[in-house]
C-alpha cells in the first residue's frame, strides 16, 4: 500500500537534510545503497515477467551470488530476451553476427551476449573480467541499464512506486513488507522490517517536535494499523 501525500508548504530553494531517523533494520543481506535499484529490478521481474515464485528476500541473497545462480541466470535472459526484440524492431545498427549472438542466450552464454550489447552502446566499462566477480553495485547498476533501456525506469524506486514527499525533505513508503525512508536524493535509505523497528520509527514521528513528523505519524498508523 503505497502512502498517500501529505500536502505541506513549498519547500525552500536549498535541499533540506534527510531526518535523523532510528537506526535501519539489517535483515536484508544488502547494503541499503543498493535498496532502492533492488526494489526497481524485482518490480521488473513481478511485474513485467510475471515472476511471482521469488520473494525479495531471496532476490537480494541471489544478487550477492559470486558464482552462477538460477535466478540469476533467468533475469538476464528475461531482459536480454527483451533486449534483441527491442534492437530488431529499431533496425538497430547491430550486425547480423552480433543479433545471432544474442538470440543464442542460455545459461552459459548470456555474459558474453550482454557485454556484446555492451559494447554496442558504449556501456562496457563496467564490464571486466568474469561477470560475476564484478562488484555488487556494478552489476546492479548494469541490470539498471538494461531495464531502464527497456522499460524506461528510472533507477531510483521512489519514482517507480510514484511516491510523494510526505515531510520536508524524505520519502516514505511501504513496499515489500517494510516501512522505508529515503533521503531527498536517495543517497540515504532506511528501512524497516520488524515489529519493534516499526515501533521505533513510529515512536520517533510522534515525539518528533516538527508538526510533519507527527502528521507522518497518523498517516502511517492509519495505513498500517
Not at 529499431?90 to 555492451?118: G, H, N, Q
Not at 520488524?194 to 514521528?205: A, G, I, N, T
Request: proline content about 7%.
Amino acid at each position: 500500500t503505497l502512502l498517500n501525500h501529505l500536502d505541506s508548504e513549498p519547500s525552500q530553494p536549498s535541499q533540506p537534510s534527510p531526518p535523523s531517523l532510528p537506526s535501519s533494520s539489517s535483515d536484508l543481506a544488502v547494503p541499503n545503497s543498493l535498496l532502492l535499484p533492488l526494489l526497481s529490478l524485482f518490480k521488473v521481474l513481478t511485474e513485467k515477467y510475471s515472476v511471482t515464485d521469488l520473494s525479495f528476500e531471496e532476490f537480494c541473497a541471489a544478487v550477492l551470488h559470486k558464482e552462477p545462480c538460477s535466478i540469476v541466470n533467468t533475469l538476464h535472459l528475461l531482459i536480454l530476451d527483451d533486449v534483441l526484440a527491442q534492437e530488431v524492431d529499431k533496425s538497430s545498427t547491430f550486425s547480423c553476427f552480433d543479433l545471432l549472438s544474442l538470440e543464442k542466450l542460455d545459461d552459459v552464454t548470456w555474459p558474453a551476449a550482454l557485454r556484446l550489447y555492451l559494447v554496442h552502446t558504449g556501456s562496457s566499462s563496467q564490464f571486466t573480467g568474469d561477470y560475476y566477480q564484478l562488484p555488487t553495485p556494478h552489476r546492479v547498476d548494469i541490470l539498471l541499464q538494461l531495464t531502464s533501456s527497456i522499460h524506461g525506469y528510472d533507477k531510483t524506486a521512489p519514482s517507480l512506486y510514484k511516491t510523494d514527499p510526505l515531510i520536508p525533505g524524505s520519502r516514505v513508503w511501504f513496499t515489500q513488507r517494510r516501512l522505508v525512508v529515503t533521503s531527498p536524493s536517495c543517497d540515504v535509505t532506511w528501512y524497516y522490517s520488524s515489529k519493534d523497528k516499526l515501533d521505533e520509527v513510529m515512536s520517533f514521528f510522534k515525539n518528533s517536535s516538527d508538526l510533519e513528523n507527527n502528521k507522518v505519524h497518523d498517516l502511517i498508523k492509519r495505513e498500517l494499523f
